[in-house]
């Protein structure tokens, strides 16, 4: 809950800033102005700050801390494109890219791909299950020696569900040794272990506003420092070349510090918020609607993925009707995907599980923070039953 009451249970799409981190953050924002790319003592003093935090990221992935390299972005989008296009990039041209993503892909994953496709790179998009699984008989097919790029979400956005990158990374050394692994880890880094998923990773993006850091910087770490990438952004040759602009030194340390504390969260905490997402699976059971009785609910969200993100449908309700009037409540939930909120079409991640508009327009999406107590879901619940009677 919120210092004003409000209830926030939209934290895949943004998380609230980690309290110890504004205590930081008015100093640092004093203090570390210096351009830290200037060659006098305090732009010094700031490049040290900035190695620092990456050092302090590195340190909780499973990734080789001395061949690794970090690429500060502004946020995961831009380091997802940096990803995918700066790899075409590298390669040479557009029609030298053979690439493999997820039709349930972050919008920033496939309208990158989709550029290149039309430039006349080789795009496969894979199918899912109905639960959201990567089809790995469709991946294993798909694959051959002219891959060079795929592309996955570790946790999807919307739904939660978690892939099985031993096994992708299994199927990709056996048929496209030579091809690179790109991972979306936005809604991963501190909620999910990352202790075997993530070590075959080429290229990780990371985002800081989905743990508990501050919006407008991310990262594209860059397993070994020999993969090729060319830049996106030309400039003063920062970043290795890989980035160039000033480096925004405060985002860059609060982004670290997140995630180090994220990291740092015992099972008591990861415990506590899949008690949080079992009492709502409960409790979205019980909505009665008083014209037709019991409300009929689809559970998108499958009890092995991530325990952060439940998304759901209740039959014969709009999703995003429902969403503003529990706002007007208090409380806070999305519907869909934030980073495609403007759009008036369902979401092609939920149509690519099967579901009909119908259903799909009617997706609610909760998703925990490290702030949510059972309360908030108590309270979820009382509104979401309000709107249903007054629907």
Not at 10 to 20: C, G, K, L, R, V
Not at 99 to 116: F, G, K, N, Y
Not at 359 to 378: E, H, K, L, T, W
Request: hydrophobic fraction near 40%.
């Amino acid at each position: 809950m919120t210092s004003d009451n409000t209830v926030y249970l939209d934290n895949a799409a943004s998380t609230p800033i980690f309290p110890e981190l504004i205590a930081q953050y008015g100093p640092l924002l004093r203090d570390a102005y210096p351009n830290a790319s200037a060659s006098h003592r305090a732009g010094y003093a700031n490049r040290r700050k900035i190695d620092d935090a990456r050092d302090r990221l590195l340190s909780v992935l499973p990734l080789p801390k001395d061949q690794s390299n970090v690429v500060w972005t502004s946020g995961g989008t831009e380091a997802n494109n940096l990803a995918l296009l700066g790899h075409a990039a590298a390669v040479g041209s557009a029609d030298r890219v053979s690439a493999i993503c997820s039709r349930m892909a972050h919008p920033s994953v496939l309208a990158p791909l989709r550029h290149l496709r039309d430039a006349g790179a080789h795009l496969r998009l894979l199918r899912n299950d109905n639960a959201g699984r990567l089809d790995l008989n469709d991946l294993a097919a798909a694959i051959d020696d002219n891959t060079t790029i795929l592309s996955f979400s570790l946790v999807q956005n919307e739904i939660g569900v978690i892939q099985d990158v031993v096994a992708i990374r299994s199927i990709v050394d056996r048929h496209a040794p030579q091809a690179l692994l790109h991972l979306d880890a936005t809604q991963a880094l501190g909620k999910i272990d990352l202790s075997t998923l993530a070590t075959g990773a080429d290229l990780l993006t990371l985002s800081g506003h989905k743990i508990h850091g501050p919006a407008g910087v991310g990262a594209l770490v860059i397993a070994d420092s020999n993969i090729p990438l060319k830049p996106l952004i030309f400039g003063g040759g920062q970043q290795r070349n890989l980035r160039s602009g000033s480096l925004d030194t405060v985002g860059i340390i609060a982004m670290s510090l997140a995630a180090e504390k994220i990291c740092g969260l015992d099972s008591q905490f990861h415990n506590h918020v899949r008690v949080m997402n079992q009492r709502l699976r409960s409790g979205i059971t019980k909505l009665v609607d008083r014209r037709r009785g019991s409300v009929a609910v689809v559970v998108h969200s499958i009890e092995a993925g991530s325990p952060f993100i439940v998304n759901f449908s209740l039959s014969g309700y709009q999703g995003a009707v429902v969403t503003r009037a529990l706002s007007e409540r208090g409380i806070i939930v999305g519907a869909g995907s934030a980073c495609s909120s403007e759009s008036v079409r369902a979401s092609p991640a939920l149509k690519a599980l099967g579901m009909s508009d119908n259903v799909a327009f009617g997706a609610i999406r909760v998703s925990f923070g490290s702030q949510n107590v059972p309360d908030d879901v108590d309270r979820f619940l009382g509104g979401l039953q309000d709107v249903v009677t007054d629907y």
